[in-house]
């Protein structure tokens, strides 16, 4: 069994930076995402990576300000956040142990291995 241990996550101003770090139990040399929830609203992929970190894809909503990663030495996955935006405000949830897939078409099923998520909050 793995566990996925969100952190990084808290309150930012308008057009401010966060990272999300996501540390493993152990090495998943598997792709690995990140996905968001906000309150009311659907489960939204947001950016995908391949276990060498090779090749990414990004929600269209996120492109260009976020940046998935992956240090596979130290077993942790990050999402660098820029230009937060108030539709940004969510639960933030990484999930591992699964093939590649277009962030699209992520499902929960994708991944055997799921966070308990991390709240990243964009204030006014």
């Known amino acids: 069994q793995v566990s996925l241990v969100e952190s990084g996550g808290g309150s930012v101003q308008a057009g401010g930076s966060l990272r999300l770090s996501c540390t493993s139990s152990?090495?998943?040399?598997?792709?690995m995402a990140w996905v968001r929830q906000a309150s009311g609203k659907e489960r939204e992929g947001v950016a995908i990576?391949?276990?060498?970190?090779?090749?990414?894809d990004y929600a269209h909503s996120v492109k260009g300000r976020f940046t998935i990663s992956r240090d596979n030495a130290k077993n942790t996955l990050y999402l660098q956040m820029h230009s937060l935006k108030p539709e940004d405000t969510a639960m933030y949830c990484c999930?591992?142990?699964?093939?590649?897939?277009?962030?699209?078409?992520?499902?929960?099923?994708?991944?055997?291995?799921w966070g308990q998520g991390n709240e990243v909050n964009r204030s006014s």
């Open positions: 999930g591992g142990g699964g093939s590649w897939t277009r962030i699209v078409l992520l499902k929960r099923s994708t991944f055997q291995y």
């Open positions: 990576i391949t276990p060498t970190g090779e090749a990414t």
């Open positions: 152990r090495y998943l040399y598997t792709a």
